[in-house]
T-cell receptor
Framework: GQQVMQIPQYQHVQEGEDFTTYCNSS?????IQWYKQRPGGHPVFLIQ?????EVKKQKRLTFQFGEAKKNSSLHITATQTTDVGTYFC???????????????FGKGTHLIIQP | DSGVTQTPKHLITATGQRVTLRCSPR?????VYWYQQSLDQGLQFLIQ???????AKGNILERFSAQQFPDLHSELNLSSLELGDSALYFC??????????????FGPGTRLLVL
């Protein structure tokens, strides 16, 4: 079945430094979604990328979808303490009718920020 | 607030017991997903329902079962509980599992502690 790998598992940064997490799928994706889970909270949808090579920005967050639609990245510029949490990617296979081939979540990257 | 509700918020029980977790999806969402999240683990997909029918099965143990009712709420039944079943159980809902409608909205979770 489809596998979605995320690296790194943990990332410690000083406040103000940049942060990047990478997501790789074993199969071509129809789209990829990113979620954020704050400590003690639940995953919250951030964004969805659909097109090959797509880049989307949300303030200090930049999301990219690879040309081959098998990888994605999330980059945060000048991290702030509010960015603390776990960032998950979730991919939908290209050839999917939903259901058994639905979204597959990566294991997440835990972002720890030192003030 | 995602619009997904889960009860109870916390549950403490003993090994060998059986518990039922309840989830009400967002208004209009037909698809419900159950996930297990243990310490330092990602989101382990358990099972998905769509409009009352089981749609996909993930890493769900035989001791666990679920159903979705005509009013679209869902219940996850965990039986013969073991210490290792202690985890956070999330329910998520989406409009449908079909492409571009599969963004998932997570509930606040039920924290289960098996003693």
């Amino acid at each position: 079945g489809q596998q979605v790998m995320q690296i790194p598992q943990y990332q410690h940064v000083q406040e103000g430094e940049d942060f990047t997490t990478y997501c790789n799928s074993s199969t071509t994706l129809s789209n990829i979604q990113w979620y954020k889970q704050r400590p003690g909270g639940h995953p919250v949808f951030l964004i969805q990328l659909v097109k090959s090579g797509e880049v989307k920005k949300q303030k200090r967050l930049t999301f990219q979808f690879g040309e081959a639609k098998k990888n994605s990245s999330l980059h945060i510029t000048a991290t702030q303490t509010t960015d603390v949490g776990t960032y998950f990617c979730a991919g939908l296979p290209e050839y999917s009718g939903g259901g058994a081939d639905g979204l597959t979540f990566g294991k997440g990257t835990h972002l720890i920020i030192q003030p | 607030d995602s619009g997904v509700t889960q009860t109870p918020k916390h549950l403490i029980t003993a090994t060998g017991q059986r518990v039922t977790l309840r989830c009400s999806p967002r208004s209009g969402d037909l698809s419900v997903y159950w996930y297990q999240q243990s310490l330092d683990q990602g989101l382990q997909f358990l099972i998905q329902y769509y409009n009352g029918e089981e749609r996909a099965k993930g890493n769900i143990l035989e001791r666990f079962s679920a159903q979705q009712f005509p009013d679209l709420h869902s219940e996850l039944n965990l039986s013969s509980l073991e210490l290792g079943d202690s985890a956070l159980y999330f329910c998520a809902s989406s409009v449908s599992p079909q492409k571009n409608q599969e963004t998932q909205y997570f509930g606040p979770g039920t924290r289960l502690l098996v003693l």
